[in-house]
C-alpha cells in the first residue's frame, strides 16, 4: 500500500470508524480510553479483546455498556461490528494479528516496535500490500514531536547539507531490578524478544532514519546482556554504523545509568544541529565545508559559523495524535505521519545490533533475517520465560490493580 494514496475500505469514507482494540493492558487501555472519550473524531471505541476474561470486569467498571468485549480476536475482527483494530498485544504477536485483520478487510494500527524480528514484520507487510484498501499504521507518536518534525525537515531540505555524522546518547531509560522482578515475563527472549532495543528505543531507531532518509549499510555493535541487572537480555547497548555516502553514526543506550542523557547530534556539511533538553539548535556555516576548504589557503582558518535558535512550532500530540492521523486517513485519505511499513526499518537496526554481537562482527544490510531468527530461537529455547504463562499484574491497566502504572 501506497501510504500517500491511503483508501478506505470501501468507496465512500465511513462517517465513523468503529474501532476495536485488542489487548487491554496499560497501552491498550489507555488507547481505548481515549477513543472512548470523544478525542479522536470520527472514531467510535466499537470492541475491545483481552484473552483474559478478568479484564472482561475491567471493561464493564471503565468502558460504556456499548463496548463490545471479546476474548478471541479472530472471532471479534470477522464479527462485522468494526471496521478497525488497534493492536496493544505483545510484541511478538503483532505481525499474526494484523495479517488476520488484513484477510478481514480490517484498517490496522499496530504499537511499536512492529514485531520482534524483521522476517515476521516482512510478512505483515506483503500481507498490507496484499489488502490496498486497508489503511496501515505504526505508532510511531515521537513523530508528532516538533523538534524532531523540525530536523527531518532541515535535513530534508538541504539546510544542513549532506549528512557526515550521528551520535545519539539516549540512557535515560533507567530502570531499577525491583522493575524487571515485578514481571516474569519482562527482559527475557521469551516474553519480549530482547531489552532495550525492542523495549525503550523504537522510537529513537526509527527516528534516525525516518529524520535523514537514511538507512546504513553495516552496523558493528556491542551489546551487553545483564550488565546492570539480572536479566537475559541486553541493558546496555553501543552501536557503530556505516553509510553508503560515507557518513557514520554512533548510538548509545542502557537502562543501567543514572542520571542519564537524551543528546542527538547530526552534522553535515553545511553546519551541526543538537537536540538535548528538547531544544534545538543549528549551527549553520556560512558555506559548506568543501566549499570553504576548496577555497581557503591558510593554516588554521574554519568555515564562518553562525548558532541559530531554530524556533519550533506546534505541540507533541503523542499516541493521540497517531491515532487521529490514522483515523483521517481511512475517512479523507490524508497521507500518514507514520505508514506502518516504515516499522521494519528500526527493527532492522535493532536486530543488527544483535546479530552483530552474537556474531562477534560486522553485519551487512539489507541483514541476514534467517540468520538472525534461528539465533533468537536458540536463546528462546533456554528463556526463564515461556509464552502462555500466568498473566503478571503488571498487565493489568493501573485503574483496576490500583498499583501498578
Known amino acids: 500500500m501506497n501510504p500517500d494514496l491511503t483508501a478506505s475500505s470501501s468507496t465512500t469514507s465511513p462517517a465513523i470508524v468503529r474501532v476495536g482494540v485488542i489487548g487491554i493492558g496499560n497501552m491498550g487501555s489507555t488507547h481505548a480510553k481515549t477513543l472512548l472519550s470523544g478525542a479522536i473524531p470520527g472514531a467510535e471505541l466499537a470492541a475491545v479483546c483481552d484473552i483474559r476474561e478478568s479484564m472482561r470486569l475491567w471493561a464493564a467498571k471503565q468502558l460504556s455498556p456499548h463496548v463490545a468485549f471479546w476474548t478471541d480476536s479472530q472471532q471479534m475482527m470477522q464479527s462485522g461490528t468494526i471496521d478497525a483494530v488497534l493492536l496493544a498485544t505483545p510484541h511478538d504477536d503483532h505481525a499474526r494479528q494484523a495479517m488476520i485483520a488484513f484477510q478481514h478487510g480490517l484498517h490496522v494500527l499496530v504499537e511499536k516496535p512492529a514485531g520482534v524480528s524483521t522476517a515476521q514484520v516482512r510478512q505483515m507487510n506483503e500481507a498490507a500490500a496484499a489488502a490496498p484498501n486497508s489503511v496501515f499504521a505504526i505508532m510511531y507518536n515521537q513523530r508528532t514531536n516538533p523538534v524532531y518534525r523540525k530536523l527531518r525537515e532541515l535535513i530534508q531540505s538541504g539546510e544542513l547539507g549532506e549528512i557526515r555524522r550521528m551520535n545519539w546518547i539516549i540512557t535515560t531509560w533507567y530502570r531499577p531490578q525491583s522493575y524487571y522482578d515485578s514481571g516474569g515475563w519482562r527482559a527475557t527472549w521469551g516474553g519480549e524478544g530482547g531489552g532495550v532495543l525492542i523495549n525503550q528505543c523504537p522510537h529513537q531507531l526509527d527516528l534516525l532514519q525516518w529524520t535523514t532518509g537514511m538507512m546504513p549499510e553495516r552496523i558493528r555493535a556491542f551489546c551487553r546482556f545483564g550488565r546492570y541487572r539480572d536479566i537475559e537480555v541486553e541493558d546496555d547497548v553501543t552501536a557503530y554504523a556505516e553509510y553508503a555516502n560515507g557518513a557514520s553514526a554512533v548510538f548509545i543506550t542502557t537502562t543501567g545509568e543514572a542520571p542519564g542523557t537524551n ?131 503488571e498487565d493489568v491497566p493501573a485503574d483496576l490493580s490500583g498499583t501498578f502504572k
Not at 519550533?312 to 500518514?336: C, K, Q, S
Open 263 to 393: 543528546r542527538l547530534e547530526m552534522t553535515g556539511d553545511r553546519g551541526k544541529i543538537v537536540i538535548e533538553n528538547d531544544q534545538l539548535t543549528f549551527w549553520r556555516l556560512r558555506e559548506s565545508e568543501p566549499e570553504f576548504n576548496s577555497r581557503y589557503t591558510g593554516k588554521f582558518g574554519s568555515p564562518e559559523c553562525w548558532q541559530c535558535e531554530i524556533p519550533v512550532e506546534g505541540e507533541e500530540t503523542g499516541h493521540p495524535g497517531i491515532i487521529r492521523n490514522w483515523i483521517d486517513a481511512i475517512r479523507y485519505h490524508t497521507p500518514l505521519l507514520s505508514p506502518g511499513e516504515e516499522g521494519i526499518h528500526g527493527l532492522t537496526l535493532s536486530n543488527a545490533m544483535l546479530l552483530s554481537t552474537w556474531k562477534d562482527g560486522w553485519v551487512e544490510l539489507p541483514l541476514n533475517e534467517q540468520q538472525f531468527t534461528d539465533e533468537l530461537e536458540q536463546r528462546r529455547q533456554h528463556s526463564v520465560y515461556k509464552p502462555g504463562t500466568t498473566v503478571e499484574p
